[in-house]
């Protein structure tokens, strides 16, 4: 990676500013899935573990620039602290005097937690008076956030301007499976790519085809695809607005000689529904009254046999309705060929991490990503705020 770490600093006596991604579940002061919570882990110890003292900022949902009392960081603190066994000091200020002397009478190895910075209306509009503000509260800033990478905040990207920058262990261990695997792939290297649309991924299939051996497509997002090869696909998902554009990528694969593999049989079924009557078809053959809603046993054979032949795979998007048993098995036999494979295999996307979570796969594979958004836009190519405002190597 050609961006400073913490493992560049020298921290006793050191004040870093750290922006996490502590932006898990809670309802109720209860915090649901804490798997954010616990990947920040590493950086904040080792920053303790070398004589630093922390303050950490981040956001919690949608505030939309006023306090919201289910939105305050307190809740997060006390877990954190007990992540951590030792104390995590929350306060009401997301920025300001009072954090300033708090961030001030801190001593090496303790911790403090600002508050949620979507409290405040200037950190979404990058404002550098807000930038600045947290700037005063330590030496090094240091960005763990890579969940909000995306964004240019006055937390995530302004910051940076007004002192030392430098990356998290959890930043350098995502940026290193995506970009840095994206970059220098052992080949074969092939991706599959899923979910309900393709508009959400045009970028990435355009991105990809230049880089990858060959691209599986599944999901919803195939039946644009196999419309624009002429089969009807009955009342399937279809997004007819993007029907140029996947004609488009098929040209594209086909210039460059990347394999484009499209579903060849389904599971369709007569209701968008756990309980639907449903059956294997090929996708020539889908009728109305009729919609796919996971790929057949006959695709899901060759997208395994292709993850068992390759050396890299990065996985985004599921291959069928998973969150209905019925037409889970797609996304499972991707699942389960990644964990049987021992190719470098990544996973990116909020539903497919929560697929392979679900199945109790996700400690075999390489890389489980943690920021949907963010993987996204690597996967596309884009250069993201919060990584391009870190000081390089
Ligand atoms: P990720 O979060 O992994 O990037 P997406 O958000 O793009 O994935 O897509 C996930 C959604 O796609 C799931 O809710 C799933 O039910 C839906 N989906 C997958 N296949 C189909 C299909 N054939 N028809 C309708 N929806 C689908
Ligand atoms: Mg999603």
Redesign the pocket.
């Known amino acids: 990676m050609n961006k400073k770490s913490i493992r560049d600093i020298q921290w006793p006596g050191k004040r870093a500013v750290v922006r996490v991604d502590f932006n898990v579940p809670i309802e109720h002061g209860v915090i649901g899935d804490d798997t954010r919570i616990r990947s920040a882990v590493p950086t904040i110890q080792y920053l303790v573990d070398h004589g630093a003292s922390v303050v950490l900022m981040s956001h919690l949902g949608r505030p939309k620039n006023t306090v919201v009392e289910s939105l305050r960081l307190k809740p997060i603190a006390t877990h954190l602290a007990e992540l951590l066994k030792q104390p995590v000091t929350a306060i009401p200020d997301v920025a300001g005097p009072n954090a300033l002397s708090a961030a001030k009478a801190l001593s090496a190895g303790q911790i403090l937690m600002l508050e949620n910075t979507r409290f405040d209306a200037r950190e979404e509009a990058n404002d550098p008076s807000l930038a600045k503000e947290y700037a005063a509260l330590g030496d090094v800033y240091v960005n763990d956030a890579f969940g909000a990478a995306h964004r240019a905040h006055a937390s995530t990207a302004g910051i940076a301007a007004y002192l030392p920058a430098v990356a998290g262990l959890l930043m350098e261990r995502e940026l290193e499976a995506l970009a840095g695997t994206l970059a220098n792939p052992e080949r074969p290297f092939i991706t599959i790519i899923?979910?309900?649309?393709i508009s959400?991924?045009i970028g990435v299939i355009e991105n990809l085809l230049s880089k990858v051996d060959a691209l599986l497509i599944g999901?919803?997002m195939a039946?644009t695809f196999l419309l624009a090869q002429g089969y009807a696909m009955g009342d399937?998902?279809v997004e007819t607005a993007s029907l140029d554009l996947a004609k488009r990528m098929i040209d594209l694969a086909a210039a460059r000689g990347t394999k484009l593999l499209l579903p060849t049989d389904a599971v369709v079924a007569d209701a968008f529904s756990p309980t639907a009557n449903t059956m294997v078809v090929a996708v020539t053959d889908v009728k109305p009254g009729w919609?796919?809603?996971?790929i057949g046993p006959a695709t899901r054979a060759v997208y395994a046999a292709q993850v068992a032949a390759a050396k890299t795979v990065i996985w985004?998007?599921?291959?069928?309705?998973?969150?209905m048993p019925a037409f889970a098995e797609g996304t499972r036999a991707v699942a389960q060929a990644l964990a049987d494979s021992s190719a470098k295999s990544i996973v990116g996307?909020?539903?497919?991490?929560a697929a392979i979570e679900q199945m109790g796969l996700a400690e075999r594979v390489s890389h489980i990503s943690t920021g949907?958004g963010a993987s996204?836009e690597l996967l596309e190519g884009r250069v993201l705020p919060g990584v391009d405002a870190l000081n390089n190597r």
């Open positions: 899923g979910g309900a649309k959400d991924k999901g919803g039946n399937s998902l919609r796919i809603l996971d985004n998007g599921p291959m069928g309705v998973f969150e996307g909020g539903d497919s991490v949907g996204l």
